[in-house]
Structures are given as structure tokens and as C-alpha cells.
């Protein structure tokens, strides 16, 4: 997918993932396309854009699929450099920067699984896990 004004962001209104990448685009100033993806019934351009997932958000640029939030977030800020940065230029701060990020990905998907157990047994393994990583945050 293309588009002659630059890239599209394919994504979901209510996606933490996606609202990742549209606060990268907002702090960086790069002017994009949305595209609503439906979820609950997910049409054929998010499942030929990203295969191996099938989620949002799926950035399109220059004729390239860019998928997975962090992902896309590290592409932009190479991409659009001259731009603010969005990770810190010192090595171990940026490691940090990307450790965090990846644990809030977990936390959320912790967070996702504990409400979609809530009437099973691992219900309670769930609370335990999410109830740890909170306290390490």
C-alpha cells in the first residue's frame, strides 16, 4: 500500500500498541494517512500486511509493511532523523528505554489474559503475574 502523501498507518482507535506508534508520529511531526482496521473482523489488507500476527498497527512506507509497535517506533526514528529523537543517543540509556518498553508490552498482554481468564481456573496465576509486574513498575 502506498499513498502519494506519505505513510499510512493501518491501526485500531483503542490500540495501546498503535497509540505507541501515533505519539512517535505526533512528537517527531510526520504528517500520515489512517486507516481503521476492524478487529473483530479483520479484512484482507491487515491479514496480507502481517501474515504471522494479524494485528495493528502496520505502518506503510515507501512501499514497505513495517509491523509491531516497537518495531515501527525504531523505524521512524531512523527514518525521520532529523527529527527529535525518540530513543537516547547514549547506548545503555537506550537499552533501558527499550527494556521498559518491552516490559510494558508484556504487562499489557498480562493484563489482557488475567481479564480473559476471569472464569477459569489460571485466573488466579494471572492476578499473581500481573500483581508482580506492577510492583516492579
Known amino acids: 500500500m502506498a499513498s502519494r502523501n506519505g505513510p499510512v498507518l493501518l491501526d ?30 479483520k479484512g ?14 502496520v505502518l506503510f ?16 526514528d531512523e527514518v525521520w532523523s532529523g527529527k527529535v529523537k ?5 547506548s545503555y540509556q ?4 527499550r527494556f521498559w518498553a518491552d516490559f510494558s508490552s508484556k504487562a499489557y498482554e498480562c493484563g489482557t489474559r488475567l481479564w480473559k481468564l476471569l472464569k477459569e481456573e489460571k485466573h488466579e496465576a494471572a492476578k499473581t503475574e500481573m500483581i508482580q509486574m506492577l510492583k516492579l513498575f
Open 86 to 90: 525518540l530513543l537516547p543517543s547514549d
Open 12 to 41: 485500531f482507535w483503542v490500540s495501546p500498541f498503535g497509540q505507541r506508534v501515533r505519539i512517535a508520529m505526533a512528537e517527531k511531526g510526520i504528517e500520515y494517512e489512517y486507516k481503521e482496521e476492524d478487529l473483530f473482523n
Open 94 to 97: 537506550r537499552a533501558q528505554a
Open 61 to 76: 512506507h515507501d512501499a514497505k509493511t513495517i509491523c509491531e509497535s516497537l518495531i515501527i517506533m525504531e523505524y521512524i
Open 44 to 57: 484482507e489488507l491487515l491479514l496480507k500486511s502481517n501474515p504471522v500476527h494479524k494485528k495493528v498497527p
